[in-house]
């Protein structure tokens, strides 16, 4: 019997079984799919020869997370690359805006469309320079991040203090508006924002397109050398390296609890794996809540907190064999790894007003990688392997374009809604679609169906809106990986911090079971000396008078 059991082999999965089995416990990943990775996962299904990732792609998280770089994966052949600049965000009138890890490429991007631009991003990399060591403790630390949080409350007084904070709450394009003239620095700053599903309006969104945008200045958007599933592969590697086990093709359907414990959990072809000490769930809070745990385990108020869990947009995702580079009209493109494409602000707030009027944007924001740009290994010289992902909401009741989508997405409708992708791509780089030798769609249920986290395609585990972070997060008075049942932790993106590929949430709840275990071990062995104690009050009582 295994120390512990974790259900899921995504990125958190893993990393939770290696931080237990650094700890020196036995541990047993279950995985519903034939094979690991959960949403970090690649293949060669558009053609031949042509590497795409399935669902993420770059990884400005994972370079930062400390959580990864303590896991050394490099020992287990885990290599990174990453494209000449790390984005660019061009307008159809040609001008473009860059963020590279050079300062000064960034800067004189910006002030190409305003003057003094470039010493505005200056100032706000300056903030982050002084911040970033305490924002990044309190990111990937549980809540309430008490030692980061007391550092990051020091350096905010120094940094301005409640006026940064201000700042940081705003919407992003307030945020722009106030940082800068022109629209360069507004649109890195706001498409950066909606790589969650934080329109250019919610509050918060200027503290996250800025945390993006300097998690790029910085650590640039990182890929794995051959494909994402790389990266999966050295976390197998090291977590068998040290005893642990991956069983895949093993759906789990229940939690089992006894005595208010969990002590396991049982697969859809009704095998028990048992679990000495603990299990850890990288799935999703409605999933973990409202299917693999008998509702009698579980508090009124969780469940009734549960039926307002809100997910994050749904995505849509096309990948492309391009039998030569993107004709970019604008030439800062061609150097870059993720390209936003929308035109102007206004562009990306038209996209997410669509998208809460429950329609299918007319004119989809896209986030575009070239990933042979970025990593040469990934289709023929000469080639580009491509793709582009766009959201669409979760629940549609119209379609903002003519072709009167209705969210079926059945062949028909995913083909004309890949169409529509490839129009945008048009717009900036004309002659696109006819660099096209292959093209996958990947549909919002199909995302679901390789990888059950993503619900309705939905990508960060719950949406990333304020009302739903921190200790909201994935129901108000949570905030921890530790849940109503002993013994079991939610170690998914739906705990603190949510989504994005940094092990986290994994390791948050990888340790809270060590804590809780020792915790257990030593109110056991309280109560037996306690026992003890009291047999030998017992036992005096009995001796004779001494003599004399």
């Known amino acids: 019997m295994p120390d512990a059991v974790v259900i899921g082999a995504g990125p958190n999965g893993l990393v939770a079984a290696n931080v237990l089995a650094d700890a020196g416990w036995s541990v047993t990943v279950v995985e519903e799919q034939a094979v690991p990775g959960g949403a970090v996962r690649h293949d060669e299904g558009v053609r031949p020869g042509f590497v795409h990732d399935l669902f993420s792609s770059f990884y400005p998280l994972a370079a930062a997370s400390p959580v990864l770089a303590a896991l050394r994966l490099d020992r287990e052949g885990l290599r990174w690359t990453h494209a000449p600049e790390v984005l660019a965000h061009p307008l159809v009138d040609g001008r473009c805006a860059v963020l590279s890890r050079d300062l000064d490429v960034t800067a004189a991007s910006l002030d190409a469309f305003a003057d003094g631009d470039g010493a505005a991003w200056r100032e706000l990399h300056d903030v982050w320079d002084g911040l970033r060591q305490n924002v990044l403790g309190a990111l990937f630390t549980p809540f309430p991040p008490v030692r980061a ?195 102007g602000v206004d562009e990306l707030t038209r996209f997410a007003a669509q998208i809460a009027q429950h329609l299918v944007p007319d004119r989809p924001f896209a986030l575009f990688g070239q990933m042979t740009t970025t990593d040469a290994a990934r289709s023929p010289r000469g080639t580009e392997s491509a793709w582009a992902y766009t959201h669409v909401p979760q629940r549609i009741t119209g379609d903002a374009g003519e072709e009167g989508l209705t969210g079926r997405w059945d062949e028909r409708e995913q083909n004309l809604m890949a169409d529509r992708v490839e129009r945008q791509v048009e717009r900036f780089a004309p002659g696109f679609r006819s660099a096209v030798l292959a093209r996958r769609v990947l549909a919002p249920a199909t995302l679901e169906s390789l990888d059950a986290n993503l619900h309705g395609g939905a990508i960060n585990g719950g949406t990333t809106a304020l009302h739903q972070q921190l200790v909201l997060r994935p129901t108000p008075g949570s905030g921890r990986p530790e849940t109503p049942v002993a013994g079991l932790y939610l170690a998914s993106a739906s705990a603190h911090p949510g989504g994005g590929v940094h092990g986290a949430p994994g390791a948050n709840a990888a340790r809270a079971a060590l804590r809780g275990h020792r915790h257990a071990s030593l109110s056991r062995a309280q109560r037996l000396l306690t026992h003890r104690d009291r047999k030998g009050d017992r036992a005096v009582r009995r001796l004779p008078p001494a003599a004399g």
Do not use: I
């Open 149 to 343: 949080a007391t550092g990051l409350a020091r350096r905010l007084r120094t940094a301005g203090g409640l006026r940064l904070a201000r700042s940081l709450l705003l919407p992003v394009r307030r945020l722009g508006e106030e940082e800068f003239h022109g629209e360069g620095g507004r649109l890195l700053l706001a498409g950066n924002a909606l790589h969650a599903d934080l329109s250019p309006e919610a509050a918060g969104s200027g503290g996250f397109g800025w945390l993006m945008s300097m998690l790029g200045q910085t650590y640039g958007f990182p890929v794995p050398v051959g494909g994402s599933g790389a990266l999966t592969s050295a976390l197998v590697r090291r977590l068998e390296s040290r005893g642990g086990r991956v069983l895949c093709g093993r759906r789990v359907v229940e939690v089992v609890v006894r005595g208010g414990r969990a002590v396991g959990v049982r697969t859809a072809e009704g095998e028990t794996v048992a679990a000495a000490r603990a299990v850890l769930a990288d799935v999703s809070a409605p999933a973990l809540y409202g299917e693999l745990v008998d509702a009698a385990h579980l508090p009124g108020q969780l469940l009734a907190d549960l039926g307002k869990f809100q997910w994050d947009f749904a995505t849509f995702k096309v990948d492309w064999a391009l039998d030569g580079p993107v004709p970019w009209r604008a030439h800062e493109p061609s150097t870059a790894g993720t390209v936003h494409l929308a035109d």
